[in-house]
């Protein structure tokens, strides 16, 4: 992950999750966690609850050359798909997209939510007695599910901010902990798991669409709690 998470920071931390059914809610209380994908997130087209962004930056960039710049470096960069403007001998505004690779996904809330936001995630409330345990719980179920092959983990608030910067400027955070402003009423807390793979002795990153997962997780009887 581009940003360090130390899970064991949120000791004691309260969190919340929302779910429209009743059933939804027995079921977390028991262990049965259901997993949403980044992927999943991006295809949803309700708004709030869906985010066809997840996961993505997007990083401005503006290349300066001038005309004695060789012809050879001008096709080089078309062939990378930026435009040479003859005139002034600037590329302008091209935008660089970092999509990041897909991850399992549970959210929750730091607090609780009001009735808008409810209309959207569901009226039912569980109550998360402890992030840190909760964390543990399912990166120990995980780790058990995924049978000792790599993967990463962690968990944290989401940073509402813009999801564009300069060229150059280095994006130490993980891409899917970051969110824009207009989702700043979710309070979102958020834990992240996403699967690697061994190929050749190296460890890489599965391409491709994961599909959302559910996974019992011991312990979690005595950590989740159905409020309202």
Known sequence: MNRPVRCEDFKGLKLFKYVEKIEYAYDLCKGDVYFGTLSKYR??????????HEGTYQE??????????SEEKKRMLHRLGYNFHAT?????ND????ISHDAYIFCTALKPLGEEQRS???????????????YK????????????LPYESGCGPIEYEDRES?????VLKELAFIKPISFREQFEFRYLLRPRIKAKDKIGYI????????????????????VE
């Not at 295809?43 to 066809?52: F, H, P, T």
């Open 60 to 69: 401005v960039v503006n290349l300066e050359f001038g005309d004695s710049d």
């Open 137 to 148: 719980c399912i990166d120990e179920s995980f780790n058990d599910f995924y049978k000792g």
């Open 166 to 170: 300069e060229a150059n400027q280095t």
């Open 207 to 226: 391409e491709g669409d994961l599909l959302p997962l559910t996974l019992h997780c011991k312990g979690l009887e005595g950590i989740c709690k159905l």
């Open 88 to 92: 002034s001998g600037v590329v302008m």
């Open 95 to 98: 935008i660089v997209n970092t």
């Open 43 to 52: 295809s949803i087209e309700q708004a709030q609850r869906g985010d066809k």
């Open 120 to 134: 959207v995630f569901g009226k039912y409330c569980i109550e998360i007695q402890d992030a840190f345990e909760f």
